[in-house]
Protein backbone atom coordinates (compact mmCIF):
# COMPACT_ATOMS: atom_id res chain seq x y z
CA UNK A 1 0.00 0.00 0.00
CA UNK A 2 1.47 3.92 -0.89
CA UNK A 3 -0.30 6.78 -0.17
CA UNK A 4 0.69 9.76 -2.08
CA UNK A 5 0.25 13.64 -1.38
CA UNK A 6 1.21 16.49 -3.77
CA UNK A 7 2.37 19.99 -2.58
CA UNK A 8 4.13 23.03 -4.26
CA UNK A 9 1.21 23.80 -6.58
CA UNK A 10 0.35 27.50 -6.72
CA UNK A 11 0.30 30.65 -9.19
CA UNK A 12 3.07 31.75 -11.14
CA UNK A 13 3.93 33.55 -14.12
CA UNK A 14 5.02 32.82 -17.40
CA UNK A 15 8.60 31.40 -17.20
CA UNK A 16 8.90 31.30 -13.60
CA UNK A 17 9.45 27.86 -11.79
CA UNK A 18 7.57 25.98 -8.94
CA UNK A 19 8.98 22.36 -7.32
CA UNK A 20 6.32 20.15 -7.05
CA UNK A 21 6.57 17.22 -4.34
CA UNK A 22 5.02 14.06 -3.62
CA UNK A 23 5.28 12.39 -0.39
CA UNK A 24 4.60 8.86 0.10
CA UNK A 25 3.52 7.07 3.10
CA UNK A 26 3.47 3.15 4.03
CA UNK A 27 6.10 0.61 3.24
CA UNK A 28 8.48 -0.31 0.10
CA UNK A 29 8.64 3.02 -1.56
CA UNK A 30 11.84 2.21 -3.17
CA UNK A 31 9.31 -0.91 -4.77
CA UNK A 32 7.51 1.53 -7.07
CA UNK A 33 8.51 3.47 -9.63
CA UNK A 34 6.86 7.23 -10.36
CA UNK A 35 5.07 9.20 -12.73
CA UNK A 36 3.46 12.64 -12.55
CA UNK A 37 0.70 13.26 -14.65
CA UNK A 38 -1.56 16.69 -15.30
CA UNK A 39 -5.14 17.49 -16.20
CA UNK A 40 -5.94 19.87 -17.78
CA UNK A 41 -9.79 21.67 -17.71
CA UNK A 42 -11.77 19.96 -20.38
CA UNK A 43 -8.71 17.55 -21.37
CA UNK A 44 -7.51 14.03 -20.64
CA UNK A 45 -4.69 13.39 -18.21
CA UNK A 46 -1.22 13.10 -19.97
CA UNK A 47 1.65 12.45 -18.98
CA UNK A 48 4.25 14.33 -17.52
CA UNK A 49 7.45 12.29 -16.62
CA UNK A 50 8.36 9.34 -15.16
CA UNK A 51 11.50 7.66 -13.15
CA UNK A 52 12.38 4.25 -12.46
CA UNK A 53 12.39 2.18 -8.91
CA UNK A 54 15.88 3.36 -8.49
CA UNK A 55 16.13 6.36 -10.34
CA UNK A 56 18.41 5.60 -12.83
CA UNK A 57 15.82 6.11 -15.35
CA UNK A 58 13.60 9.38 -16.45
CA UNK A 59 11.25 9.97 -19.37
CA UNK A 60 9.69 12.97 -20.27
CA UNK A 61 6.79 13.88 -22.05
CA UNK A 62 8.30 15.99 -25.52
CA UNK A 63 6.03 18.83 -24.65
CA UNK A 64 8.04 19.29 -20.98
CA UNK A 65 11.71 18.14 -22.60
CA UNK A 66 14.29 20.48 -21.28
CA UNK A 67 11.68 22.50 -18.13
CA UNK A 68 10.53 19.89 -16.30
CA UNK A 69 12.73 17.58 -13.79
CA UNK A 70 12.08 14.63 -11.95
CA UNK A 71 13.67 12.87 -9.16
CA UNK A 72 13.39 11.00 -6.19
CA UNK A 73 14.77 10.90 -2.84
CA UNK A 74 14.75 7.71 -0.80
CA UNK A 75 14.91 9.17 2.57
CA UNK A 76 12.53 11.08 2.45
CA UNK A 77 10.54 9.21 0.30
CA UNK A 78 9.54 11.63 -1.87
CA UNK A 79 9.74 12.08 -5.62
CA UNK A 80 10.26 15.97 -6.94
CA UNK A 81 9.12 17.37 -10.10
CA UNK A 82 11.02 20.61 -11.13
CA UNK A 83 9.10 23.10 -13.45
CA UNK A 84 11.15 25.52 -15.13
CA UNK A 85 10.17 28.07 -17.72
CA UNK A 86 6.48 27.67 -17.36
CA UNK A 87 4.26 28.28 -20.13
CA UNK A 88 0.35 29.24 -19.47
CA UNK A 89 -0.41 25.78 -21.42
CA UNK A 90 1.56 24.02 -18.16
CA UNK A 91 -1.59 24.96 -16.39
CA UNK A 92 -3.30 21.85 -14.96
CA UNK A 93 -3.53 19.80 -11.95
CA UNK A 94 -0.79 17.09 -11.56
CA UNK A 95 -0.75 14.08 -10.30
CA UNK A 96 1.65 11.75 -8.68
CA UNK A 97 1.69 7.86 -9.17
CA UNK A 98 3.23 4.93 -8.47
CA UNK A 99 3.08 1.42 -10.23
CA UNK A 100 5.35 -2.02 -9.43
CA UNK A 101 4.86 -3.28 -12.87
CA UNK A 102 6.21 -0.45 -15.39
CA UNK A 103 8.52 -3.44 -16.88
CA UNK A 104 9.03 -1.41 -20.22
CA UNK A 105 9.76 2.03 -21.35
CA UNK A 106 6.96 3.12 -22.83
CA UNK A 107 4.52 1.50 -20.11
CA UNK A 108 5.44 4.77 -18.56
CA UNK A 109 2.92 7.32 -19.95
CA UNK A 110 -0.16 4.86 -19.73
CA UNK A 111 -1.92 5.86 -16.93
CA UNK A 112 -3.72 2.79 -16.57
CA UNK A 113 -1.06 0.86 -15.47
CA UNK A 114 -0.50 3.04 -11.99
CA UNK A 115 -1.84 1.83 -9.01
CA UNK A 116 -1.66 4.88 -6.67
CA UNK A 117 -2.86 8.19 -7.17
CA UNK A 118 -2.02 11.34 -5.22
CA UNK A 119 -5.05 13.61 -5.11
CA UNK A 120 -3.14 16.28 -7.13
CA UNK A 121 -1.76 20.04 -7.15
CA UNK A 122 -2.70 22.83 -9.28
CA UNK A 123 -0.36 24.58 -10.86
CA UNK A 124 -1.70 27.69 -12.46
CA UNK A 125 0.61 30.00 -14.95
CA UNK A 126 -0.38 33.26 -15.97
CA UNK A 127 0.38 35.24 -19.09
Known amino acids: QVQLVESGGGLVQAGGSLRLACAAS????????MGWFRQAPGKEREFVAG????????YYADSVKARFTISRDSAKNTVYLQLNSLKPEDTAVYYC????????????????????WGQGTQVTVSS
Open 97 to 116: AASSSLYYSYYYPQSHRYEY
Open 26 to 33: GRSFGSYA
Open 51 to 58: ITRSGGST
